[in-house]
């Protein structure tokens, strides 16, 4: 970035973890909006059932509106219908509950409309709780475009703790990708003179750093592990609010796991499919793999085509086209489709494949 462009770093401005805090987010609105205000939450069919009537019932006491839209879907069209309806509607404030599919069509609704978007997860799947990103389907490529970031992030430690494991494991492995999304930034800016922000990637280490020195917390699915967990996942997020793109969180890891999500029959969740992406990497960028495989072994998470439920014709074909899935993005994976006997031998040699 040259000096004296012009660089704007939106943040949140309240960020509240604790237990219980799911039956205190109309204060927390209120606090923020002040009263009266027509707030639309955006969930999931499940979701809508587990945890709608609290937020619904806590938005009502500080004397808000609230109506729910469910969306089944990450679409493009869902989310630009969303934000048609928050006009419509005379909404004031787009909240995101649930998972990433919620978050990202509240978030990128938000961004159409103009709204204030609060993030209020009910998984720590992934860092897009925090992020001014949103993946959506109907794109002609599966990746991460610019949303609103959010406003405010109201995340119940006793909702993310009840959620199915897997999910949250997921997160993990979605933060140990920074490893190697840090080193693949560097070499951008180094080869491509990409603008490189420190901080913003020391913040994205320090995510994934964190979550590394406290594993045993995590896979033993403690209170301090799922604190420790969402911390992390919230850190990456602003990373990428400061650098001002998916850069400090997002590499070659990224780009595995996003083509894997094209090709494959039965994707599997993105922070799974990012894990295992960070260990193929991780070898290319020659840091220690085998550590990182043994991480997310012990977290319980998928470290193998098998495990993750994909094929290994699918692992080799996603890595075979990761470059070209961003080929504005240089990563340690180049430019070019890998040779699919390339991609298998590399998939191979760090065990993500049998052969």
Known sequence: MAFGSTHLIDLPRRIVVGRGVLNRVGEHLSSLYGIGKGVLVVTGPNIVNLYYKIVRDSLEESDFNAWV???REPDINIALKVAEESKIDRVDVIIGLGGGKSIDVAKY???VSDKPFVSVPTVASHDGITSPYASLRGFDKPISRPAKPPDAIVVDADVIASAPRRYNVAGFGDLIGKFTAVRDWKLASMIKG?????YAASLALMSARHVSTYYKEIAAGSEEGYRILLEALVSSGVS???AGSTRPASGSEHLFAHALTMIARNPPLHGEAVGVGTIIMASLHRLNWRWIRKLLKTVGAP???RELGVSDEEVVRALSIAPTIRPERYTILGEKQIEYNV???????VGVIEG
């Not at 990409?194 to 420190?198: D, I, K, S, T, V």
């Not at 991609?343 to 040699?349: F, I, N, P």
């Open 69 to 71: 839209t469910v969306v």
């Open 109 to 111: 609704a938000s961004k």
């Open 194 to 198: 990409e603008y490189y922000g420190e």
């Open 240 to 242: 990428m609010c400061i």
């Open 303 to 305: 470290v193998t085509a």
């Open 343 to 349: 991609a298998y031998k590399l998939a191979r040699s």
